[in-house]
């Protein structure tokens, strides 16, 4: 991602960015790279959460932008959590 990165000054679409975390984390399941479980696990579930919002609210995903902010508020709730740890 990094040359599409720099030659959009990182203001990727959405989708992009959640599919993005979607493949390091299929990566993962090819890889022994455990100790990067925890985020890679984190970034899809986020990854996941955003893109539900988004067709949600009807968005263009495919607008340039970045990161989404909308999954700080998912860990907020002690069963996103627990699901989380159950994930793990």
């Not at 990854?47 to 607008?63: I, M, P, T």
Request: glycine share 8%; proline share 5%; net charge neutral.
């Amino acid at each position: 991602m990094g040359q599409a990165e720099q030659k959009s000054n990182g203001a990727l679409p959405l989708n992009v960015r959640c599919w993005e975390r979607s493949d390091r984390y299929q990566a993962l399941w090819n890889g022994t790279d455990l100790p990067r479980a925890v985020p890679l696990v984190i970034g899809l579930i986020e990854g996941s959460v955003c893109l539900k919002e988004l067709n949600a609210a009807q968005r263009d995903g495919w607008a340039p932008r970045g990161h989404h902010a909308a999954c700080r508020d998912y860990w907020e709730d002690q069963n996103n959590r627990a699901y989380l740890l159950f994930t793990l």
